[in-house]
Structures are given as structure tokens and as C-alpha cells.
């Protein structure tokens, strides 16, 4: 499946990204843009087979509450879902049978824009973050959102999803300037710890997940981030 951009107004987005956590536990992330077509359903189904992750997170399901039937693919029976009523956004995780996990806690909002678990993978503390920002004000919406957890973001935390925002000039093809919101994002990001996994793996490689027609740019808008000591 890989990544597939169909042109709409809103520019719709199939895009991912994965990152090895240990020896045996990997977690991607994909904006799936809707859903709602058996389709659609039927071809990201078959995707997650193949990638085979402990961990899956979705973006942009475009489901409700009532829909968790929707997001079923045989063998990651646990989903835990943030969705909104009106079936905009929405974000799923999904969970591997072959591992051990237990939720100890789940915070998410009434919009769909982001779900938070901490459990347990195997014994080990986990928190997990998958954020879908809105496509206006989307480096202020992370940041506010960023403050809100601070309590419950530690060492064992990843935050995944689309943020819906280059972090860095590198991420644009453009290779546009980062504006006020953003540089004040990274000031946040870097306050409490956390990095982007990718840019620093890949300090000099242009690398990119999301196609605007409208533009006829490319940038990297997903990203995986993690704490500094882990």
C-alpha cells in the first residue's frame, strides 16, 4: 500500500512511518483520511498484516463511537478509539494478540484529536500518545496539548501521529522558514525532554509523508517522538 495522496480540497493523506521500541515491539503510525468505505477498510486491514506492528495508530478514521466493529483486523483485538460524533478526525490504537499489554489508564477528548493510554507491554510502563492536530493552528493545538499531559508524559512515553506540522526548514521541500508557532512548539518540545526520533536518527536526510497538490510541495507533517533518555 505504501503511501497514496488522492487529490481532495482538504488534500487527503495515506501516509506512514514506523519505529522498532525493543527487540520485539514496533509501532506505526498512518493517516487513513476516512474509514467509512469496506474498500478502504479492506486495504489498510491487509497493510497492518503486512507491516505485521506491535502497536498501530490511526489518524483521521472518520468514525463513531458506535463504529469500533470497523477498525477490527484479525489479530490486534484490542482497540481503544477517541472518535467525534459528527465522524471527523477520530484516532484508533490497535494492539497486537502476540504481546502482553494491559491499560491501566486512557484519557482522550470529545473531538477525536488525540487518545492517550498508559499501560503495560510485557511488564514494562508505557505511555502512548496518538495525536491527530487540526490542519488550522495545528502547532498551538500540540503545544496546548503537550501542557495538558505534562503530568503524565515520562521516560516510557512515545507521542505518534499527524501533527500536521513541519518542525524543522529540512521537513519542507520548500525549505520555507519555520514561523513563530512552531519555533515556539520545539522550545516546548525540547523543555520537556522530548525529540523527534526521525531527524535525529536522520539529522541531514529529507525525507517527506505528505503531497500538497495544491502547493505542489512535499513535507514531513507525521512524526514519532520520544524522550531524550529513552
Known amino acids: 500500500m505504501g503511501r497514496e495522496t488522492k ?3 482538504e ?3 495515506t501516509r506512514h512511518k514506523m519505529v522498532v521500541v525493543g527487540p520485539h515491539v514496533s509501532i506505526i503510525t498512518l493517516n ?3 474509514l467509512n468505505s469496506p474498500i478502504k477498510r479492506h486495504r489498510v486491514a491487509g497493510w497492518i498484516k503486512e507491516q505485521d506492528p506491535t502497536i498501530c495508530c490511526l489518524q483521521e478514521t472518520h468514525l463513531s463511537p458506535k463504529d469500533k466493529h470497523r477498525l477490527r483486523v ?3 483485538r484490542t482497540i481503544l478509539q ?3 460524533e459528527q465522524k471527523k478526525a477520530g484516532v484508533a490504537i490497535l494492539i497486537s494478540d502476540k504481546v502482553d499489554f494491559k491499560a491501566k489508564q486512557i484519557k482522550k477528548d470529545k473531538e477525536g484529536q488525540y487518545i492517550m493510554i498508559k499501560g503495560t507491554l510485557h511488564q514494562e510502563d508505557i505511555t502512548l500518545i496518538n495525536i491527530y492536530a487540526p490542519n488550522t493552528g495545528a502547532p498551538k493545538f500540540v503545544k496546548q496539548l503537550l501542557i ?3 503530568e503524565d508524559i515520562n521516560n516510557n512515553t512515545i507521542i505518534v501521529g499527524d501533527l500536521n506540522t513541519p518542525l524543522t526548514p529540512m521537513d519542507r521541500t520548500s525549505r520555507q522558514k519555520i514561523n513563530k508557532e512552531i519555533i515556539e512548539l520545539n ?3 525540547d523543555q520537556m525532554d522530548l525529540i523527534d526520533i526521525y531527524r535525529t536518527l536522520h539529522p541531514k536526510t529529507a525525507g517527506y509523508t505528505f503531497f500538497s497538490s495544491a502547493h505542489g510541495t512535499f513535507s514531513r507533517i507525521d512524526h514519532i517522538l520520544g524522550t531524550k533518555a529513552n
Open 7 to 9: 487529490e481532495t480540497e
Open 11 to 13: 488534500n487527503r493523506k
Open 32 to 34: 487513513v483520511n476516512g
Open 74 to 76: 484479525k489479530g490486534w
Open 82 to 84: 477517541a472518535n467525534n
Open 148 to 150: 495538558e499531559l505534562k
Open 187 to 189: 522550545e516546548k518540545l
